[in-house]
């Protein structure tokens, strides 16, 4: 099957990128020829909160980085690109970028899969729906990676062909032992924004510590708003002891050893759609602490892979958390074994394709 991915792909940063390049990957190894067209900018510099790429990642093997957000004739050419070809895929995760998606789509004029990251965005806008509409209609079949995320589709855009994948980690890291506690080291991974409720995860380890649990929180990556009024909520609380702030990114190859050296994750999201480092977690073998939107009730298995709380509030976060340790070996060794791949991802799309248009795409 010959395939063209045309969206973000190492080395440029970020968790959308990440999923491209192992869907990327894991079309390639089980069989499929694949070509990708990626971003050379795919936002104005000054709305980048981040770096743009990762320096320390070397561009996947094959990608063409000739698309720029300014220039919708490097959009139309990326579509001519995929003319011939079995399938497009393209990622969805916000409707900004719907008048590329869609010239990409007219000029392709191939069968087209679309992997829908957000199919409602984290901070909606007035005409949000309406563009996403626009582009999702448009495409012969929709993957997601949660169930939550499917039923969503289907109320957006009713009767178009759908399936979903479970997320797999999107940074390959290995399985390491707990280290020594007490005291429990707990990690918030990833950029910090008003919807991941990092207020909830800090009231919670304020009201653990109140009770005497050992307890410290690591907060590592990039923050949406400016970091000064999260140290003083830290001073407000005393909690300068407990709560270390690792602001900026992380670069793939710090991943292993940064959830290496915690006991659990924390995802104390006030709303989502599914979680990337739910993912990393369960690889890491580190138990998740969640709270219960979105597919993260999914992506957590309940006294298997880790905890979720009862509600979306401090208190029974805190709650969520005493589980955890209480149980923190039986939690990691069930993370460990539900490990997925981007080969199943792979396999679910191609899948997918042949249900939708009635032949075998071929391989390689």
Same mark, same amino acid.
């Given at each position: 099957?010959?395939?063209?991915?045309?969206?973000?792909?190492?080395?440029?940063?970020?968790?959308?990128?990440?999923?491209?390049?192992?869907?990327?990957?894991?079309?390639?190894?089980?069989?499929?020829?694949?070509?990708?067209?990626?971003?050379?900018?795919?936002?104005?510099?000054?709305?980048?909160?981040?770096?743009?790429?990762?320096?320390?990642?070397?561009?996947?093997?094959?990608?063409?980085?000739?698309?720029?957000?300014?220039?919708?004739?490097?959009?139309?050419?990326?579509?001519?690109?995929?003319?011939?070809?079995?399938?497009?895929?393209?990622?969805?995760?916000?409707?900004?970028?719907?008048?590329?998606?869609?010239?990409?789509?007219?000029?392709?004029?191939?069968?087209?899969?679309?992997?829908?990251?957000?199919?409602?965005?984290?901070?909606?806008?007035?005409?949000?729906?309406?563009?996403?509409?626009?582009?999702?209609?448009?495409?012969?079949?929709?993957?997601?990676?949660?169930?939550?995320?499917?039923?969503?589709?289907?109320?957006?855009?009713?009767?178009?062909?759908?399936?979903?994948?479970?997320?797999?980690?999107?940074?390959?890291?290995?399985?390491?032992?707990?280290?020594?506690?007490?005291?429990?080291?707990?990690?918030?991974?990833?950029?910090?924004?008003?919807?991941?409720?990092?207020?909830?995860?800090?009231?919670?380890?304020?009201?653990?510590?109140?009770?005497?649990?050992?307890?410290?929180?690591?907060?590592?990556?990039?923050?949406?708003?400016?970091?000064?009024?999260?140290?003083?909520?830290?001073?407000? $609380?005393?909690? #300068?002891?407990?709560?270390?702030?690792?602001? *900026?990114? !992380?670069?793939? +190859? &710090?991943?292993?050893?940064? =959830? /290496?050296?915690?006991?659990?994750?924390?995802?104390?999201?006030?709303?989502?759609?599914?979680?990337?480092?739910?993912?990393?977690?369960?690889?890491?073998?580190?138990?998740?602490?969640?709270?219960?939107?979105? $597919?993260?009730? #999914?992506?957590?298995?309940?006294?298997?892979? *880790?905890? !979720?709380?009862? +509600? &979306?509030?401090?208190?029974? =976060? /805190?709650?969520?958390?005493?589980?955890?340790?209480?149980?923190?070996?039986?939690?990691?060794?069930?993370?460990?074994?539900?490990?997925?791949?981007?080969?199943?991802?792979?396999?679910?799309?191609?899948?997918?394709?042949?249900?939708?248009?009635?032949?075998?795409?071929?391989?390689?």
């Amino acid at each position: 099957m010959r395939v063209v991915y045309i969206g973000p792909v190492a080395p440029l940063s970020g968790g959308i990128s990440h999923c491209g390049s192992g869907l990327v990957r894991g079309l390639r190894r089980t069989g499929h020829e694949v070509e990708v067209v990626s971003w050379a900018a795919q936002w104005p510099a000054k709305l980048y909160r981040s770096p743009a790429r990762d320096a320390t990642v070397a561009p996947l093997p094959g990608a063409k980085f000739t698309m720029k957000w300014w220039s919708p004739r490097s959009w139309w050419r990326a579509g001519r690109a995929a003319r011939g070809a079995d399938l497009l895929i393209l990622p969805w995760v916000t409707p900004l970028q719907a008048p590329s998606y869609r010239t990409i789509m007219a000029a392709a004029r191939v069968p087209t899969l679309i992997v829908v990251h957000n199919p409602r965005p984290h901070e909606p806008r007035p005409g949000d729906m309406a563009m996403t509409r626009s582009v999702l209609r448009r495409a012969d079949a929709l993957l997601t990676h949660s169930e939550a995320a499917l039923r969503t589709v289907r109320e957006v855009v009713p009767g178009k062909p759908a399936a979903f994948a479970p997320h797999p980690p999107n940074i390959a890291v290995g399985a390491h032992p707990l280290p020594p506690h007490p005291p429990i080291k707990a990690l918030f991974f990833g950029i910090v924004r008003p919807y991941k409720g990092l207020d909830v995860a800090f009231d919670a380890i304020a009201a653990l510590r109140e009770r005497d649990l050992p307890i410290e929180l690591t907060v590592a990556g990039e923050f949406w708003d400016p970091i000064d009024g999260w140290r003083e909520r830290i001073a407000d $609380a005393g909690l #300068e002891a407990a709560v270390e702030l690792r602001p *900026g990114y !992380v670069p793939d +190859h &710090a991943v292993e050893e940064l =959830f /290496a050296t915690h006991h659990i994750v924390v995802a104390s999201y006030r709303s989502a759609t599914q979680s990337g480092v739910v993912p990393l977690a369960i690889a890491a073998g580190r138990p998740t602490v969640a709270t219960p939107v979105g $597919a993260l009730t #999914e992506q957590v298995i309940d006294g298997e892979t *880790g905890i !979720v709380a009862a +509600h &979306a509030d401090a208190a029974s =976060f /805190a709650a969520a958390i005493e589980r955890a340790v209480a149980e923190i070996d039986k939690l990691a060794s069930g993370a460990r074994a539900h490990a997925t791949t981007w080969d199943a991802v792979a396999r679910t799309a191609v899948a997918l394709v042949r249900s939708v248009t009635g032949s075998a795409p071929r391989a390689r």
